[in-house]
């Protein structure tokens, strides 16, 4: 399983950006997909995570974010909204399957005050 993550980029406070993760590979297998973030000194934290149904999210994302999952392109969204600078991070894409969990290689969110 491999995923590629794109969409990141430098955002102004207040301002949305929406990243993709498309999945390739034993896709079949995957069960969960979602974000993950990692702010520098900070341990990496979920995001949102989806499997048949709603979302998951971290409690700080107060309604802000939206994950959504399109089977059909096997990619996953996260679309954010009011970015805060406390959103600066890395973001991850991560797919679960029974046995294993799979990393994408990051994209760098940043939000400017």
């Known amino acids: 399983v491999q995923l590629q993550a794109c969409g990141g980029g430098l955002v102004q406070a207040g301002g949305s950006l929406r990243l993709s993760c498309v999945v390739s590979g034993s896709i079949s297998s995957i069960n969960v997909m979602g974000w993950y973030r990692q702010a520098p000194g900070r341990q990496r934290e979920l995001v949102a995570n989806?499997?048949?149904?709603?979302?998951n999210y971290g409690n700080f994302v107060r309604g802000r974010f939206t994950i959504s999952r399109d089977n059909a392109k096997n990619t996953v969204y996260l679309q954010m909204n009011s970015l805060e600078p406390e959103d600066t991070a890395v973001y991850y894409c991560?797919?679960?399957?029974?046995?294993?969990?799979?990393w994408g290689q990051g994209t760098q969110v940043t939000v400017s005050s």
């Open positions: 991560n797919a679960i399957s029974i046995t294993l969990s799979y």
């Open positions: 989806i499997g048949g149904g709603t979302g």
